[in-house]
């Protein structure tokens, strides 16, 4: 299990919370510890995370979640709701990079990614849950490339195109069962081999459509999810297919 996944498991589920996207990220300057500050834990690895409770009305929050050297579980050190944040720096609007920057009413932190694609994914994901969700005024995102604050219809545009393609493929596959009867046994692993990987490739398609673009991977995420639910009952269907002309 990856970190991000046991931080989803262990510190928002337990809180019916889902956890829209995570980024690990060090301080880029050296925090001020008070002179008497003693009784440290030594390094840690730190999370920004991004959640939304399951129940309605939704609630958004940004957690810092710590992880300590030696130990396996996370603890969330601070939080703070959507509605507080007042700006998110790219710090570059001309390039890819790691940096960014996160104002609050009573904070503000200067970080960088473990890479600069994992830190465009966070602040894509949390433009789109700031137009989403923010009950009051909305952050301003400053220096961030122009992809990373894309809008909302190309995503549903290229979701769509690829539910058309998998419908389409379902389709073809029941036609020709029919046409070829037993034939279809001799080449069904071939056929769903071919789906599979049409499926996949549309999706990967899909998905660095959506990286290059900078459009809504949040919900995008959902939906590749459902695609690949549907292209599994479609394999499930098409052996099904198969033996019944085998019989």
């Known amino acids: 299990m990856s970190a991000k996944s046991a931080i989803n498991k262990e ?25 008497l500050a003693t009784g440290g ?49 790219g710090c570059d ?7 960014f920057d996160l104002a609050f009413d009573n904070a503000f932190d200067q970080w960088v990614a473990g890479s600069a694609g994992e830190k465009c994914t966070f ?3 949390l433009h789109h849950t700031c137009q989403r969700y923010s009950s009051q005024s909305k ?10 604050l894309g809008d909302d219809e190309t995503v549903d545009s290229v979701v769509f195109r690829c539910k058309v393609f998998l419908n389409r493929m ?10 070829q009867g037993r034939h279809l046994l001799l080449q069904g692993n071939s056929i ?6 049409s499926v996949t490739s549309a999706v990967q398609k899909a998905s660095q459509a959506l990286n290059e673009r900078g459009e809504r991977l949040g919900r995008a995420e959902e ?25």
């Open 11 to 35: 510190v928002f589920t337990p809180h019916d919370e889902k956890m829209l996207v995570a980024v690990q990220v060090k301080r880029r300057t050296k925090k001020k510890i008070p002179f």
């Open 41 to 89: 834990q030594g390094d840690y690895m730190t999370f920004i995370c991004l959640s939304v409770t399951n129940k309605k009305p939704s609630h958004v929050s940004i957690t810092k979640v710590k992880q300590f050297q030696g130990s396996l579980s996370f603890s969330k050190r601070s939080m703070w709701t959507i509605d507080q944040l007042r700006q998110v720096n």
């Open 93 to 99: 609007p001309n390039r890819d990079c790691p940096e």
């Open 123 to 125: 602040i894509q994901i």
């Open 139 to 148: 952050p301003e995102f400053v220096n961030c490339q122009p992809k990373l």
């Open 170 to 179: 379902r389709k073809e596959v029941v036609i020709n069962g029919r046409r």
């Open 192 to 197: 769903l081999h071919s789906a599979a990987d």
């Open 223 to 247: 939906k590749t999810g459902e695609m690949k639910n549907s292209a599994e009952q479609f394999a499930v269907t098409a052996h099904k297919l198969a033996m019944k002309h085998k019989c």
